[in-house]
């Protein structure tokens, strides 16, 4: 169990990558957290409500400007392959399986809003180094494209509202990664605020910051199951799909207009699709109860234990939904799930993100921390064999510029 490594650190490992790979000072660093959606799972695309916070690991970008004027060079210290590209003319995207097509996608998208103020942004040299687990569901693809995006416009003095760095790297990941994602990502990414949770209203995209719990009553674990499985990129579109359909059939423009006795008279819905909209629909009362809670927890200090009890059987109804019922939850996660669950002093876990592998995470009593990590260290390994990792987080601010040092 660790805290998370502090961003000095990610600073220092980005500053080495950057003068082995570079013969320049860099000029200018950039740093995008990860989040964890507390609550409100498949529902962004769906025009619902979401209630991520960023957290204590980023992706961080340092650049300087390009040695070659016609061409950015970009080095990840975790990709073999580097990506190159030239920001003054428009990018296409291409078709490489490899990480290159977020960086190509981030850059085009400052490169575009650049270039509609008027501005032909110059090239850079970047370093990009992480401390998030590449493609567990905590965001690794937002936090990659926002750091990006952030530091081509940093170096370039472009200044880019936070709102739209939050919508190119959006428009990245479905144009050039081809991952129809929806919003909230890149808004956690952006917008969330130190120690708050970030309640944002997918359909008009309104944003409002709750404070946390305090640390000493419940932290937020995450339990990485480091499980990917193949399907998930092909189900994520094929849930999309089934929720369009719902919507289409229920005769209301996305699931956020549906309610339980439109499903329920619905005669002409498949079973998958009545199973996704019954998720949707009950996944965004159930955030707005989080949000509620939140609320009255920082209000009423009276309240704050009977509210984290009712805050954990929200969480714990979630991830039966998206088990049961959006069926998007796999053996790896059940099991953590399960496990954190008969945890004494565990309030309430379900997985987080898209699913079919990644992470979990667990609303907990910080004197339980301990017994929840060698509980799951007994028992996933033995079922699963391998590790579970398992990490408490804090809630950060999103992205922005980092002083170099
Ligand atoms: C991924 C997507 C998000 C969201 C979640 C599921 O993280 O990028 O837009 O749909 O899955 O809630």
């Not at 199973?275 to 989080?290: F, K, P």
Request: hydrophobic share 50%.
């Amino acid at each position: 169990m660790n805290a998370g490594p502090a961003m000095a650190a990610l600073a220092a490992r980005a500053a080495d990558l950057f003068s082995s790979s570079f013969a320049a000072r860099p000029a200018a660093a950039f740093a995008a957290p990860g989040r964890v959606n507390l609550i409100g799972e498949h529902v962004d695309y769906n025009d619902g409500l979401v209630l991520p916070i960023a957290i204590d690991r980023w992706t961080l970008a340092i650049a300087a400007p390009a040695a070659d004027p016609h061409l950015s060079r970009i080095r990840s210290e975790s990709q073999a392959h580097h990506a190159s590209l030239d920001i003054r003319s428009p990018i296409l995207p291409d078709h490489a399986l490899t990480w290159t097509r977020y960086a190509a996608g981030a850059a085009e998208g400052v490169r575009a809003e650049a270039a509609a103020a008027g501005w032909t942004l110059a090239n850079l040299d970047v370093a990009i180094v992480s401390s998030l687990p590449i493609g567990a569901g905590l965001a690794s693809s937002a936090a990659l494209e926002v750091a990006l995006a952030g530091v081509f416009a940093l170096g370039n003095q472009l200044p880019v509202e936070p709102r739209r760095l939050a919508l190119l790297c959006q428009d990245a990941e479905h144009h050039f990664a081809g991952v129809p994602c929806g919003i909230m990502d890149q808004f956690a990414s952006v917008m969330a605020e130190e120690q708050h949770a970030l309640l944002l209203d997918c359909r008009d995209q309104s944003i409002r910051s709750i404070p946390m719990p305090p640390t000493e009553a419940a932290s937020v674990v995450v339990m990485n199951t480091n499980t990917t499985h193949a399907l998930a990129a092909g189900e994520y579109a094929a849930r999309r799909e089934d929720c369009r359909a719902a919507a289409a059939a229920l005769g209301v423009a996305s699931l956020r207009d549906a309610d339980q006795s439109m499903i329920a008279a619905a005669g002409s819905l498949t079973d998958s699709q009545r199973r996704a909209a019954l998720h949707v629909v009950s996944e965004i009362g159930r955030t707005r109860q989080a949000a509620a809670l939140l609320d009255r927890i920082h209000a009423d200090a009276s309240a704050v234990k009977a509210c984290l009890g009712d805050l954990g059987a929200i969480l714990r109804q979630s991830h039966a939904s998206l088990r049961g019922d959006f069926r998007v939850s796999c053996p790896e996660l059940d099991t953590v799930v399960e496990v954190a669950s008969s945890v004494p002093g565990v309030l309430g876990a379900r997985m987080t993100g898209a699913g079919f592998g990644g992470c979990a995470l667990a609303l907990v009593e910080p004197q339980a921390i301990p017994r929840l990590v060698s509980e799951v260290a007994a028992a996933f390994p033995a079922k699963h064999r391998r590790n579970a990792d398992l990490f408490r987080v804090q809630a950060v601010r999103g992205a922005g510029a980092v002083p170099i040092r």
